[in-house]
């Protein structure tokens, strides 16, 4: 293959890429830029991908075209570490437009045949679409309300579905369409995308939380994302999903075994027609794509499953198959030969887990645990490596201790990484993320959304996977607190002693706008503190989830309100008493944080609905 020419070694974000399609030198990558835009920085060299589990992974949001990549900082780039590390959807980056421009022009066949499939997987080239054919996914009835959500820019979608609010569409039928579209466009591949998805089920509860005159506001903000994220990747004329027709099963292999084989490949091509088969019904299809899904354990890995089941509550356990392909694709495009090294320590170790606790196919225990157990264990995962908290959730289990307390402690352990969070450095800050933020993709919200998903998923799927996804759970947490910034084990935290002194003077009449003043001036460790006395006060504490669901609605949070959000009510409403005050004080920290950037579209759909 000719190399090209030095100014278009962009978006190969891998010394073996940059190899096979640059000629063959052995250069480092150069960064996810458009072209000439690296010249700018100081360092170039430096521009490169950031360490997983810190926050970087939607700074590709910024990246993703020239006009945002014209209006992005040299010097911040500059200051990125020089060593190449994964991202925190296990995928190095490359830049999303520059990729599919390339996929595009050449053809995906063409891009396989010439540099080998494995190869064409690490640049996210995907040959689906070739073996799929060109017939479209259709969804029977909502299908004009889907094609509309594909083919209708924001701004004028968003009075259409305010309208038909109005003319008798139920806000359930608006949240399944969005969700259908989101799928069928994205496929679970396009990072902006699979997190509205994350979003729409939450964004439905939230709703329900809401007087009738505001009810559709966080669907409506979801949907301005959604319909700004389509059009922007093509809408009907790029959709990922297309219908596709089962295989039979090798006689003797348990499906969910076939399918993460093929991931492992990755042949998505043949993993989809496997997990047709397989997705007979709603809980076969979450319980075979659970064996891809724990082949790795990062937030977006498994959070996706997780909303997507959560979604069919809302929108019919039909969609089973359309809404958990999404992560059969995912997982397809996340494994790259660095993501491969890097998850396969705990591939190894699984197994092992498994066996010498003897968990597979035993019949787990009901013991109920007293408080302090449940507090003495999850700083026990806290502070364990990742392979020690791991193997003490398998022996708790062994020993016959209540899955469901299990799952409570992995997340107080994810809360505690919210807590003790000291902020973003410099060297991680960004303009819509600055220095001491810890909205949107931070440790703590990625730690308590993955927490709050395994622990969810382990509720719903069968024996083997309820195993399997607690002691990932277990791993996952120490993993993200060893990952973290600084030294989360000496941090004390929020609400820290000071700020609890402060709050203490606030007259109880007082606290609900004390938090609103904190808020708005961004002041996290007040927030904390405030939302901290008011939960000793004898005061009903529905006041204060609605002060914090409002600007939850009305902040953008990058691309994270809305999941926080509800992760926070559902381990609230689920946890011990002695415990609620803590996702309570968690929530008013992050909601802090992200105060000050106005989720697009939210304005004018406060005019629409008179709200």
Same mark, same amino acid.
């Given at each position: 293959?000719?190399?090209?020419?030095?100014?278009?070694? &962009?978006?190969?974000?891998?010394?073996?890429?940059?190899?096979?399609?640059?000629?063959?030198?052995?250069?480092?990558?150069?960064?996810?830029?458009?072209?000439?835009?690296?010249?700018? *920085?100081?360092?170039?060299?430096?521009?490169?991908?950031?360490?997983?589990?810190?926050?970087?992974?939607?700074?590709?949001?910024?990246?993703?075209?020239?006009?945002?990549?014209?209006?992005?900082?040299?010097?911040?780039?500059?200051?990125?570490? *020089?060593?190449?590390?994964?991202?925190?959807?296990?995928?190095?980056?490359?830049?999303?437009?520059?990729?599919?421009?390339?996929?595009?022009?050449?053809?995906?066949?063409?891009?396989?045949?010439?540099?080998?499939?494995?190869?064409?997987?690490?640049?996210?080239?995907?040959?689906?679409?070739?073996? +799929?054919?060109? #017939?479209?996914?259709?969804?029977?009835?909502?299908?004009?309300?889907?094609?509309?959500?594909?083919?209708?820019?924001?701004?004028?979608?968003?009075?259409?579905?305010?309208?038909?609010?109005?003319?008798?569409? =139920?806000?359930?039928? /608006?949240?399944?369409?969005?969700?259908?579209?989101?799928?069928?466009?994205?496929?679970?591949?396009?990072?902006?995308?699979?997190?509205?998805?994350?979003?729409?089920?939450?964004?439905?509860?939230?709703?329900?939380?809401?007087?009738? *005159?505001?009810? *559709?506001?966080?669907?409506?903000?979801?949907?301005?994302?959604?319909?700004?994220?389509?059009?922007?990747?093509?809408?009907?004329?790029?959709?990922?999903?297309?219908?596709?027709?089962?295989? #039979?099963?090798?006689?003797?292999?348990?499906?969910?075994?076939?399918?993460?084989?093929?991931?492992?490949?990755?042949?998505?091509?043949?993993?989809?027609?496997?997990?047709?088969?397989?997705?007979?019904?709603?809980?076969?299809?979450?319980?075979?794509?659970?064996?891809?899904?724990?082949?790795?354990?990062?937030?977006?890995?498994?959070?996706?499953?997780?909303?997507?089941?959560?979604?069919?509550?809302? &929108?019919?356990?039909?969609?089973?198959?359309?809404?958990?392909?999404?992560?059969?694709?995912?997982?397809?495009?996340?494994?790259?030969?660095?993501?491969?090294?890097?998850?396969?320590?705990?591939?190894?170790?699984?197994?092992?887990?498994?066996?010498?606790?003897?968990? /597979?196919?035993?019949?787990?225990?009901?013991?109920?645990?007293?408080?302090?157990?449940?507090?003495?264990?999850?700083?026990?995962?806290?502070?364990?490596?990742?392979?020690?908290?791991?193997? #003490?959730? #398998?022996?708790?289990?062994?020993?016959?201790?209540?899955?469901?307390?299990?799952?409570?402690? &992995?997340?107080?352990?994810?809360?505690?990484?919210?807590?003790?969070?000291?902020?973003?450095?410099?060297?991680?800050?960004?303009?819509?993320?600055?220095?001491? =933020?810890?909205?949107?993709?931070?440790?703590?919200?990625?730690?308590?959304?993955?927490?709050?998903?395994?622990?969810?998923?382990?509720?719903?799927?069968?024996?083997?996977?309820? /195993?399997?996804?607690?002691?990932?759970?277990?791993?996952?947490?120490?993993?993200?607190?060893?990952?973290?910034?600084?030294?989360?084990?000496?941090?004390?935290?929020?609400?820290?002693?000071?700020?609890?002194?402060?709050?203490?003077?606030?007259?109880?009449?007082?606290?609900?706008?004390?938090?609103?003043?904190?808020?708005?001036?961004?002041? +996290?460790?007040?927030?904390?503190?405030?939302?901290?006395?008011?939960?000793?006060?004898?005061?009903?504490?529905?006041?204060?989830?609605?002060?914090?669901?409002?600007?939850?609605?009305?902040?953008?949070?990058?691309?994270?309100?809305?999941?926080?959000?509800?992760?926070?009510?559902?381990?609230?409403?689920?946890?011990?008493?002695?415990?609620?005050?803590?996702?309570?004080?968690?929530?008013?920290?992050?909601?802090?944080?992200?105060?000050?950037?106005?989720?697009?579209?939210?304005?004018?759909?406060?005019?629409?609905?008179?709200?």
């Amino acid at each position: 293959m000719r190399a090209l020419p030095r100014r278009h070694h &962009i978006g190969f974000t891998s010394p073996a890429m940059s190899a096979a399609i640059g000629g063959g030198r052995k250069k480092k990558a150069l960064p996810a830029l458009w072209a000439g835009e690296w010249k700018k *920085a100081k360092n170039p060299k430096k521009i490169i991908a950031r360490p997983p589990q810190t926050g970087y992974a939607n700074h590709l949001t910024y990246c993703d075209s020239p006009a945002n990549t014209r209006g992005a900082s040299a010097s911040r780039f500059a200051r990125m570490p *020089a060593v190449p590390t994964l991202s925190s959807w296990g995928l190095f980056f490359m830049n999303a437009n520059s990729r599919r421009d390339f996929l595009r022009n050449i053809g995906a066949g063409a891009v396989a045949a010439g540099i080998g499939t494995d190869l064409a997987a690490d640049l996210g080239v995907s040959t689906a679409f070739a073996q +799929q054919g060109t #017939a479209r996914l259709t969804f029977g009835t909502l299908e004009p309300l889907v094609t509309l959500m594909q083919e209708t820019t924001a701004d004028r979608l968003i009075p259409q579905v305010v309208e038909r609010l109005r003319n008798g569409t =139920s806000l359930r039928d /608006v949240v399944a369409a969005a969700a259908l579209a989101n799928a069928r466009t994205f496929g679970g591949e396009d990072y902006i995308g699979f997190h509205t998805m994350m979003a729409i089920g939450p964004a439905y509860h939230m709703a329900q939380e809401l007087p009738e *005159a505001r009810r *559709a506001l966080p669907v409506l903000k979801v949907l301005h994302r959604n319909a700004t994220r389509i059009q922007a990747q093509g809408g009907r004329t790029r959709e990922v999903l297309h219908p596709v027709q089962g295989v #039979a099963i090798p006689n003797g292999r348990v499906g969910g075994e076939v399918l993460r084989d093929q991931l492992r490949q990755p042949n998505v091509n043949d993993a989809e027609r496997t997990f047709a088969t397989l997705a007979r019904n709603a809980d076969d299809a979450l319980n075979n794509v659970l064996y891809a899904v724990e082949d790795g354990a990062d937030v977006h890995r498994v959070a996706l499953p997780y909303r997507a089941w959560d979604l069919m509550g809302i &929108i019919g356990r039909e969609q089973a198959h359309t809404l958990l392909r999404q992560s059969v694709r995912f997982c397809a495009r996340s494994e790259s030969p660095n993501y491969r090294r890097y998850m396969n320590p705990l591939r190894t170790a699984l197994p092992r887990w498994l066996d010498q606790h003897r968990l /597979v196919g035993r019949e787990l225990g009901s013991r109920r645990m007293e408080d302090r157990w449940i507090e003495d264990f999850s700083m026990t995962l806290f502070r364990a490596t990742p392979d020690r908290a791991a193997d #003490a959730a #398998a022996a708790a289990l062994a020993d016959g201790i209540d899955p469901a307390a299990i799952g409570e402690a &992995i997340s107080l352990a994810a809360n505690q990484l919210v807590l003790r969070d000291n902020g973003r450095t410099a060297a991680q800050a960004s303009p819509p993320k600055p220095v001491g =933020s810890v909205h949107g993709d931070s440790t703590g919200v990625h730690g308590c959304d993955s927490a709050n998903a395994w622990r969810n998923l382990a509720r719903v799927a069968n024996q083997r996977n309820k /195993v399997v996804c607690l002691l990932l759970g277990a791993w996952q947490v120490a993993r993200d607190r060893a990952n973290g910034t600084g030294n989360f084990i000496e941090l004390q935290p929020y609400p820290r002693e000071d700020a609890r002194n402060a709050a203490r003077n606030v007259e109880p009449a007082r606290l609900l706008g004390a938090l609103e003043e904190a808020i708005r001036g961004r002041d +996290q460790a007040r927030a904390a503190a405030i939302a901290h006395r008011y939960t000793t006060t004898d005061r009903p504490v529905r006041p204060l989830w609605d002060t914090l669901l409002r600007y939850a609605i009305s902040e953008d949070g990058a691309l994270h309100h809305e999941k926080f959000y509800r992760t926070s009510a559902e381990e609230y409403n689920s946890v011990r008493p002695a415990f609620r005050s803590r996702y309570l004080i968690a929530l008013a920290r992050v909601t802090a944080s992200g105060h000050g950037y106005a989720a697009p579209g939210h304005t004018e759909a406060c005019r629409l609905l008179n709200a």
